[in-house]
Every structure is written in structure tokens, then in C-alpha cells.
Nanobody, 120 residues
């Protein structure tokens, strides 16, 4: 089994910053892509950013230049630095990882989500 625990959400004013972190633990042999998604009320979950196991990041257009994703494989951690936050960034943010366990079986797992609210 693989577990993901997110932290770092909260309430911030427009223009402010937050940093989300996700720690992955459990039966892991290899971790491939690590990413973040978000879901606003009454909307579908949408992709935010992903970082490959080679450290190559990719971002959705609506966060490009404001958000930065990073990973520390030694700690099985992926982080999302969010700057210049806007009210439309308000959502529950979910960590997502793909990998292979010690039996060679592929997995895709999600965190429980952390609320980010951008409001004055």
C-alpha cells in the first residue's frame, strides 16, 4: 500500500503565497511522475503541475509563471510553491503519484486533499 499525506493549505489574501507539501510512504520501489491537481466547488478536477522522475516540470497555462513544483526523492516528497495567488485558485488541492511497488506492480495514488482559499 502507498499513502500520501498533504499539508500546507489554508486561507491567504489575493497576491499572497502558500506552499503545499505531499509526503509519500509505503510499498514503493520506483516513483515516476509526481503531480498536483485541484478541484473547485461544482467543477471537475483539473491538472495543475507535474514533475517527472528526471526533475522535469510541466505546468497548466493558468498557473504557469506563478506556481513552482519540486521533488526530493530522498524524502519521497513533492511540493508546490504557489505565488501571486488569485481567488480563482481557490480549490481543494490533491497530490498524485505514479510508480511501481516492490512486487513490480504499477500504482497511481491520490492524497486526501488540502483546502486552499484565496480571499480578502
Amino acid at each position: 500500500q502507498v499513502q500520501l499525506v498533504e499539508s500546507g493549505g489554508g486561507l491567504v489574501q489575493p497576491g499572497g503565497s502558500l506552499r503545499l507539501s505531499c509526503v509519500v510512504s509505503g510499498d514503493i520501489s520506483i516513483m515516476y511522475d509526481m503531480g498536483w491537481y485541484r478541484q473547485a466547488p461544482a467543477k471537475q478536477r483539473q491538472w495543475v503541475a507535474v514533475i517527472s522522475n528526471r526533475g522535469v516540470p510541466n505546468y497548466a497555462d493558468y498557473v504557469q509563471g506563478r506556481f513552482s513544483i519540486s521533488r526530493v526523492d530522498a524524502n519521497n516528497t513533492v511540493s508546490l510553491q504557489m505565488n501571486s495567488l488569485k481567488p480563482e485558485d481557490t480549490a481543494v488541492y490533491y497530490c498524485n503519484v505514479r510508480g511501481v511497488n516492490r512486487d513490480g506492480k504499477s500504482f497511481t495514488e491520490w492524497g486526501q486533499g488540502t483546502q486552499v482559499t484565496v480571499s480578502s
